[in-house]
């Protein structure tokens, strides 16, 4: 239990981390390293969702005798639906966005930047926490390694995620310590989200490959509706590019090593 107590708390380390670069940078992140950055994070989270969710699922569908690709796909596709209806009911504003979204709400701007980065963290909590059951219901296809690996692929993307939210915060005139808090506060959902998952799982183990698939949902709507559009818009579009090729291989590299 400690490991998979270590493991659910390594990715709010990452984004811990990331939040403190708060008090070590001067003025407003570069542009281009902002795009890098937010590439980086899209590239872990599709190679974390094919090959830390989506290829456990299908095995996993296969060991119980279904036929392999209906858990995925109805997984995949309620994550999808999961995670719209959150994008449409919870204000938030994005990065470098003056347009609130989802239900109107008297919010200050740095509190609904905090809830977008939270809305992201939700299916990477989730992930963890599927993948941590699948170990702790002793399944063949997820190995404590390949958990691990997942854990902390999310936690090397959670550092740019942290920097990236902290640093508008402190130039919306938060203090550092302020900011550092609200950054930190977004991951803290991760966790929490992954606990919930495990004792879900816990109750209905034949759910796992339907869970699986259904984490690998939210964290492609995550990346398809705001990590890779925010690397795209105006100049310099390639080097987020350049960031999700980066993150993928990393992540790939993580889960095909230790998995």
Known sequence: M????????????????????????????????????????SGVMIAASIWSLITPSIEMAEEQGIVSWIPAAIGFLFGIIFLLVLDSIIPHLHLNSKKPEGIKAKLKNTTMMVLAVTLHNIPEGMAVGVVFAGVLAQNTTITLAGAFALSIGIAIQNFPEGAIISM?????????????LYGTLSGIVEPIGAIITILLTGIVTPILPYLLSFAAGAMIYVVVEELIPESQV???????????????VIMMILDVALG
């Open 168 to 180: 508008p915060l402190k130039n919306e005139g938060m203090s550092k310590p302020k900011a550092f």
């Open 234 to 248: 105006g100049e310099h579009s390639n080097i987020g590019t350049i960031g999700v090729a980066i993150g993928f």
């Open 2 to 41: 400690e490991n998979i107590a270590i493991g659910l708390l390594i990715p709010f380390l990452g984004t811990t981390l990331g939040s403190a670069m708060v008090f070590l940078m001067k003025n407003k992140m570069n542009t281009k390293v902002q795009k890098l950055l937010l590439g980086f994070a």
